[in-house]
């Protein structure tokens, strides 16, 4: 009787929780995980809220492209909320001590910031190839109406998607008896379908439209004679942006997750590739850090602004530290002009009010670039 009393507590446990049958080690988390998360928390926050700022700043200039940044900054605000929780998901072990809704909620924020960022890098992308390539049509679909309309659309989607989350366990129990969240070893039969249609509506459609409008948008700037040589370089950086955060924060976990997909059927298959597929995830995280970057390419104000609360006090630092390297007794370094200007004898006085000969370090010409940049 007691036999069978176990037993049934033992099903009834495994009922409430899939089990992991192979043997996973989660020492990655613990020695990568945790110090990514706290830079993106520690950068991310302050980051895009000040992003946020800006945003509404565009928002009252009726520039529909605020529209598309100010849901972006939203998406990874939520997704910096549940980073606290999944860094002391980390710091306990991989063993999930709260309740199974908020397992779910996390690792739904996990998803919905990845597809949703990628969702508006591709309206940032397509209001770029309209107004650059199309200026004077299309006029209906740069609006702020159409670009909350396709904001709207965006997150129902994506939202409707990740609803599946919450209709199947994420709680898994691994061998040695820890709750382990949104982490199903070997995948689960229901995963492929979705897996499948992550990688190709989510992923390589994106990425064929931010291709397309990418080139067509260059030839139309390189041949434009009447937009000015700064609004073109302006163009260019934002457009080459969104690519680039695509490619880096996205590329190799879509990678990673189709392999698994198509290959994952035993346990020395997952160990193996394990270590991979997780930091190809952990640099989703990283588009809440390069996503306020964007900014800087939009508004003038926010790259002015960003320049001398980060740049500039950086620059100063790091360049103070050289001329007092390099000063001497009779011939002290001093702050001066922030233009160079060539003196005689072949030498010429840097941003910073020194003489130096011409051939100049890789710090000095880094800090005189960092003074001009803007």
């Known amino acids: 009787c007691v036999n069978g009393v176990q037993n049934d507590v033992i099903m009834s446990n495994m ?25 993106v928390l520690l950068v991310g926050v302050p980051s895009n809220l000040y992003s946020l700022y800006h945003a509404v700043l565009q928002l009252k200039q009726r520039n529909e492209l605020g529209v598309y940044l100010l849901n972006l900054t939203v998406s990874d605000l939520l997704y910096l909320a549940s980073l606290p929780l999944w860094l002391q998901y980390i710091f306990q072990g991989d063993d999930w001590r709260h309740r199974e809704w ?24 397509l ?30 989607k994506e939202i409707a998607v990740g609803v599946v ?12 008896n820890q709750s382990v969240c949104f982490e199903h070893y070997p995948m689960r039969p229901w995963e492929y379908d979705i897996n499948y249609y992550r990688f190709i509506v989510g992923f390589l459609f994106p990425l064929a439209i ?53 290959l994952e059927r035993d346990c020395a298959f997952i160990e193996g590739i394990f270590n991979y597929y997780h930091l190809s995830l952990m640099l989703t995280t990283l588009n809440c850090v390069a996503d306020p970057a964007l900014y800087c390419f939009v508004s003038e104000s926010a790259r002015r602004g960003l320049y001398r609360a980060v740049v ?20 002290p370094a001093t702050d001066s002009h922030e233009v160079s200007q060539t003196g005689s004898g072949g030498q010429s006085v840097n941003p910073f009010g020194e003489k130096t000969k011409t051939h100049k370090s890789i710090l000095d010409l880094f800090c005189a670039f960092l003074f001009h940049l803007f």
Request: charged share 15%.
């Open 165 to 176: 989350f919450f209709r199947h366990k994420e709680l898994s129990t691994d061998r040695t």
């Open 15 to 39: 009922s409430e929780k899939d089990v992991i049958n192979c043997t996973i080690s989660h020492e990655i988390h613990q020695y990568v995980f945790s110090c990514v998360y706290i830079l």
């Open 210 to 262: 931010l291709l397309i409008s990418y080139l067509c948008v260059l030839r139309a700037v390189g041949r434009s004679a009447g937009t000015q040589p700064d609004q073109k370089t302006r163009i260019r950086q934002l457009v080459s942006s969104t690519i680039l955060i695509f490619l880096v924060c996205f590329s190799p976990y879509h990678i990673f997750l189709l392999v698994r997909t198509l």
């Open 127 to 156: 209001d770029r190839y309209l107004a650059v390539v199309h200026p004077l049509r299309f006029n209906a679909l740069r609006s702020m109406k159409a670009a909350w309309l396709a904001s709207a659309i965006v997150w129902i």
């Open 102 to 125: 908020l397992c779910q909620l996390c690792g739904f924020l996990l998803y919905e910031n990845i597809y949703i960022s990628i969702g508006f890098l591709c309206c940032i992308s």
């Open 312 to 331: 500039r006090p950086i620059a100063r630092l790091l360049c103070c530290c050289r001329r007092r390297g390099n000063a001497s007794p009779t011939n």
